[in-house]
C-alpha cells in the first residue's frame, strides 16, 4: 500500500465491525475516565492530589488513543488487505510472462528447423508424402510442449499449408500478423480475434517467418497457438482465494479484461479501474465498491511481455475484511506466540501502541492503589475513586486485551497465508521450469541431423562438427543449459558444447552405467530419464539434473541408438527463482530441498546446496501440492515458515511416469528469540474477592517470568516504565542494570539505582521488553527501583494467608521469605523479604563504591 497517500478512514471503518466496536469502547472508557478525574477534583481534591497528575495522563492518553489508535488499527488491516491482493496480482503478471518467455524461444527455434523449412519451401519432390511426414513431426512436437493447441505452417500469401488441429481445417488467412511476419526478423506476439482460430473468442499466437534452406529468401510463416485459456484456468485455479472473495484478472494496457478467473463476475473485455500506485481508496466497478491492486510486468531476462499487459485482483470492500483467520495463534507453540508479540514494534506497530497503552492503564491503577494502601481516615475518601479507577481499568485492560488478541491473530494469520503463498509460487515457479526441460530433451533427439550422425555405421570428418554446430546452436537460444552433448549407443559423448573441463575434455568420456541403461530402456519418444540431484562432472561436480532422452534409428523408431543431455544450470536458475520469490527482503530467506530435507539451493549462505535444513518430518512429508505454516524458531529468530511440496505441471511429474518431490520453504524473522516470561494462564493468577468484613495487609504484587511475587505495599512507592532507564556501566554488581534519573520524592535530580529482580532469582539478566516495569521501593530514607515483568495488583491478605516459606534456607530463601497462599491454597504468591533486599543490594552499592 501506498504509505505516502492519505487514509481516509471513515470510508473503511463501517466494514470493519472489530475495529467498531473498539471505537465504541474506547469512547465509552474515556468518558468514564474523564468522570472519574472530575468526581475527585471536586470530593476528595485534598486527598487525590496525588494522583491526579497520573489521572490526567490516562485521560489524555485515552483522548489520543480514540484519535490513532483506530486510525492504525484501520490502516493495519487495510493494508493487509492490500497485500494479500497485491501479492496475487504480482505473481499473476510474472507468472504469465516467465510462461510466454518460453514460448518466444520456442517460435525462434522451430522456425528455423530444416525439414519445417524445406517443406514450406516446396524442396520434396513428392509433397504428399511429405505432408504425413511434417504433420507427424508438428504433431511430435505438440504432444511435447503441451502448452499449444495448434501449429499452423503458411506461406507468404497466406494459404495454410499444414496445421494439426483437425477440427478447424483452414485454406487461407487475410490476418494482417502475417504481413507483419513477414517483414519482421524477430517472433510476433498477437493477441486478438483472428481468422487462423475461428472458434476462439480470442488467440494468443507465436509467428516467425521462415527462410529457405538454400538460399535465405523468406519462404513463409510458422505460427504456434499458445492454449491461452487453459493456461489461465490452471494460473487463477492454483492462486485463487478459497473463500471465492475476490476476482483475479489479466489486463491489456487499455484496461480490459483479458481473462479473467470468474466471467460471469467481470466479463472479458470490460474495461476496469486500476490501482498502479496501491492507493488506499475504493474503486467502483458495476456498482460496486472495490479494494484493487494492479501490476505491471518486471520482465524476465529482459522479456517484458506484451506490449502493456498487467495482473489485477479486485475484492469488493463489504467482504474484504470477513474471514481469513484459518491460521490462529490458539493453535501455535504459546511460548513462541508470546515470544513473538514481544517483538510487536517491529512487525505491527498499531499492535504495539495497544500493548504500550495498556500497560499504561495498568500502571496508573496500581500505582493508584499502592499510593493509598494502609492509610485511613480522610485519605479513605479516596477509596471510592481508587475503587472506580480498578473498575475502569479492569474494564480498560479487558479491552486492551480482546484488542491485542484480534490484531494479533488477524497479523499471524496473515502472515501465515504469505509464508504459505510465497512458498507456493516458488515450487510452482520450480515445476513449470523443469517442464520446459522435459520437453526440450525430448524435442531435440528428434533432430534429423543427429538421428542420421548416430545411425550411421561409420562417422567421416565432417559429422562430428556437423553435431557440434546443431548443439551449440540449441545452446545459444537456450541459456539456461551450461552443456548439452551427444552420446552413442555405448555411453560414450562423442560432441559437446562447452567440452572443457578439469583434466581435459568431456568429449571421449562416458556417461554412467546407469543412466545408459534408463535411456537405452525408453520406449518412445514421449519417454525421457532425469538424473538424481547429485554432483556430476558434467556440471564442474557441483549438483544438477541432467536430461536426457533416447536417440532413434530414423528407420526404426524402436532402435536406440545413443542419446542426447542437458545439464541444466539449477545453480543460477534455482537461485535466481528464490531471489525473485522473497524479492530482496533482508529478513527473509528461502530454499528448495528434497524430501530428505537435503538443501537443493538456498538464499542463505550459512546452508549451501548439500546441506540439511532441520524442518519438521511432517512437512517433509507433505502430501503433493498441500502447503502449511507454522511459527518457528529459525537460526534464535523467531519466523513465520511457510511450505509446499511441489504437484508437477500439466503433465510433467503427474502422468509422465517421473517423480522427483520438491519442497519450497520460506523463512520470514521477526526478531531474536528472547526469554520466555512464562506461559502460565493469566486466569490463574486472577484473586478471588475475599470477605469483605475481613481486614488484612496490602500487598503491591508482580510477575517475574511467570511467577508472582509481592511486597508489603507500605514500602513501595510507584511503577515506572521500564523504558525510562538509563543503563550505568558502573554500579552495584551484575543485577544492577542502570538508574531512574528525578524522581518525583527525590531532590536535587537524584537518581535511583535499579536491579534486576529476576537476576537476584535465577542468575541471568532478565530481557526488557514493553511490558516490563521498575517498581521503586523505599526502607527508611533509601530507595531503589527492582525491574519485573509486568504489574499484577494491589490486594489484602490476612495473616493466616501468610505462611513461612519451607525453602527458606536455600541460597535464595532469605530473599522469600514467606509464601503468600491465595485463592483458597490454589494460587502461591512469593513475598520478598524488603529488609534482607536492602541489605544486600546496599552491601553491593558499597562494595562497588
Request: net charge negative; proline share 4%.
Amino acid at each position: 500500500m501506498n504509505s505516502t497517500a492519505p487514509l481516509q478512514i471513515d470510508t473503511f471503518l463501517p466494514y470493519m465491525r472489530d475495529v467498531t466496536r473498539c471505537e465504541h469502547s474506547l469512547r465509552e472508557l474515556s468518558l468514564m475516565w474523564r468522570m472519574i478525574e472530575a468526581s475527585a477534583k471536586m470530593n476528595c481534591p485534598l486527598e487525590a492530589k496525588a494522583i491526579l497528575p497520573t489521572m490526567a495522563a490516562t485521560r489524555v492518553g485515552f483522548d489520543r488513543l480514540e484519535q490513532e489508535l483506530v486510525s492504525s488499527l484501520v490502516g493495519e488491516k487495510v493494508a493487509t488487505a492490500f497485500n494479500e491482493i497485491g501479492i496475487r496480482a504480482q505473481y499473476i503478471i510474472d507468472i504469465v510472462v516467465r510462461n510466454l518467455y518460453e514460448r518466444t524461444a520456442d517460435v525462434g527455434f522451430l522456425a528455423t528447423d530444416n525439414a519445417l523449412c524445406a517443406f514450406v519451401a516446396g524442396l520434396h519432390d513428392n509433397q504428399d508424402d511429405n505432408q504425413e511426414m511434417i504433420r507427424a513431426r508438428l504433431r511430435a512436437y505438440r504432444n511435447k510442449y503441451t502448452v499449444y493447441d495448434e501449429i499452423i505452417l503458411l506461406d507468404v500469401t497466406g494459404n495454410i499449408l499444414m496445421q494439426i488441429d483437425d477440427a478447424t481445417a483452414l485454406q487461407h488467412s487475410a490476418d494482417p500478423l502475417i504481413a507483419i511476419t513477414l517483414a519482421s526478423d524477430t517472433y510476433v506476439e498477437t493477441m486478438r480475434a483472428t481468422d487462423l482460430r475461428p472458434g476462439k473468442q480470442q488467440a494468443l499466437i507465436y509467428s516467425r517467418r521462415m527462410l529457405h534452406p538454400d538460399t535465405g529468401a523468406v519462404v513463409g510463416v510458422l505460427c504456434l497457438c499458445f492454449n491461452f485459456e487453459q493456461e489461465m484456468a490452471g494460473i487463477f485455479h492454483s492462486y485463487r482465494d478459497p473463500a471465492g472473495r475476490s476476482n483475479m484478472l489479466l489486463l491489456d494496457a487499455e484496461n480490459r479484461v483479458i481473462e479473467s478467473a470468474d466471467k460471469l463476475w467481470v466479463p472479458l473485455g470490460a474495461v476496469v479501474p486500476t490501482n498502479k500506485n496501491a492507493t488506499p481508496e475504493l474503486m467502483i466497478f458495476g456498482g460496486r465498491e472495490y479494494l484493487v491492486r494492479t501490476f505491471a510486468a518486471e520482465g524476465y531476462q529482459g522479456y517484458m511481455g506484451p506490449d502493456g499487459w498487467q495482473g489485477q485482483v479486485m475484492i469488493p470492500v463489504d467482504v474484504a475484511f470477513a474471514g481469513g483467520r484459518s491460521h490462529a495463534p490458539e493453535a501455535l507453540d504459546p511460548v513462541i506466540v508470546e515470544g513473538l508479540l514481544s517483538h510487536a514494534q517491529s512487525f505491527c506497530p498499531p499492535l504495539y501502541e495497544i500493548m504500550t497503552a495498556a500497560e499504561t492503564i495498568r500502571r496508573v491503577v496500581w500505582n493508584g492503589q499502592v499510593m493509598t494502601a494502609g492509610q485511613d481516615g480522610e485519605v479513605l475518601k479516596l477509596k471510592t475513586i481508587l475503587d472506580q479507577i480498578s473498575e475502569t481499568g479492569s474494564r480498560s485492560d479487558a479491552l486492551f486485551a480482546r484488542s491485542i488478541d484480534d490484531l494479533y491473530q488477524t497479523v499471524l494469520a496473515s502472515s501465515l497465508r504469505d509464508a504459505e503463498f510465497v512458498s507456493h509460487l516458488l515450487v510452482d515457479l520450480l515445476d513449470r521450469n523443469l517442464y520446459e526441460r522435459s520437453d526440450d530433451c525430448r524435442w531435440w533427439a528428434l533432430t534429423p541431423e543427429l538421428r542420421v550422425a548416430l545411425a550411421g555405421a561409420e562417422r567421416d570428418g565432417k559429422t562430428i562438427p556437423r553435431i557440434n554446430g546443431v548443439l551449440e546452436y540449441i545452446n545459444r537460444l537456450y541459456t539456461v543449459y551450461t552443456r548439452i552433448f551427444v552420446y552413442d549407443y555405448d555411453g560414450c559423448i562423442v560432441a559437446c558444447t562447452h567440452p572443457e573441463q578439469e583434466g581435459g575434455s568431456v568429449v571421449g568420456t562416458k556417461i554412467d552405467a546407469g543412466t545408459l541403461e534408463q535411456v537405452r530402456a525408453l520406449r518412445t519418444e514421449q519417454n525421457y530419464h532425469v538424473s538424481p540431484f547429485t554432483p556430476t562432472p558434467l556440471y564442474d561436480g557441483a549438483p544438477t539434473y541432467v536430461y536426457h532422452a533416447a536417440i532413434r534409428d530414423p528407420d526404426d523408431d524402436r532402435s536406440v541408438v545413443g542419446g542426447i543431455g542437458i545439464v541444466f544450470d539449477s545453480t543460477h536458475e534455482f537461485s535466481a527463482m528464490l531471489h525473485g520469490g522473497v524479492g530482496g527482503k533482508a529478513d527473509v530467506s528461502a530454499f528448495f530441498v528434497n524430501r530428505q530435507g537435503i538443501v537443493l539451493s538456498s538464499t542463505d549462505p550459512s546452508r549451501p546446496v548439500g546441506a540439511m535444513l532441520e524442518i519438521d518430518a511432517s512437512l517433509l512429508a507433505l502430501p503433493n501440492g498441500r502447503s502449511a505454516s507454522r511459527l518457528v524458531i529459525h537460526d534464535g529468530q523467531y519466523a513465520i515458515m511457510g511450505c509446499t511440496a511441489s504437484s508437477g505441471y500439466r503433465e510433467f511429474k503427474v502422468s509422465d511416469g517421473y517423480r522427483e518431490d520438491v519442497l519450497a520453504v520460506v523463512f520470514d524473522s521477526f526478531g531474536a528469540l528472547r526469554e520466555c516470561k512464562g506461559i502460565n494462564n493469566k486466569a490463574d493468577t486472577v484473586l478471588m474477592p475475599e470477605s469483605a468484613d475481613i481486614r488484612g495487609r496490602e500487598f503491591a504484587t508482580f510477575f517475574v517470568d511467570g511467577s508472582l511475587f509481592a511486597l508489603p505495599a507500605e514500602y513501595v512507592v510507584e511503577a515506572r516504565s521500564a523504558s525510562e532507564l538509563a543503563p550505568v556501566s558502573m554500579g552495584g554488581g551484575a543485577a544492577c542494570i542502570g538508574v531512574l534519573a528525578s524522581h518525583r520524592d527525590t531532590e536535587n535530580d537524584q537518581f535511583v539505582w535499579v536491579y534486576d529482580l529476576g537476576h537476584l532469582l535465577r542468575g541471568t539478566l532478565s530481557v526488557i521488553d514493553s511490558g516490563s516495569q521498575i517498581v521503586i521501593v523505599r526502607l527508611g530514607d533509601r530507595m531503589l527501583g527492582l525491574l519485573v515483568s509486568e504489574l499484577h495488583g494491589v490486594p489484602q491478605f490476612n495473616d493466616a494467608q501468610i505462611v513461612p516459606n519451607p525453602f527458606a534456607g536455600h541460597a535464595d530463601g532469605m530473599l522469600v521469605t514467606h509464601v503468600i497462599k491465595a485463592n483458597e491454597g490454589r494460587l502461591l504468591i512469593q513475598a520478598v523479604d524488603i529488609a534482607y533486599l536492602f541489605g544486600v543490594l546496599l552491601a553491593k552499592i558499597r562494595i562497588a563504591a
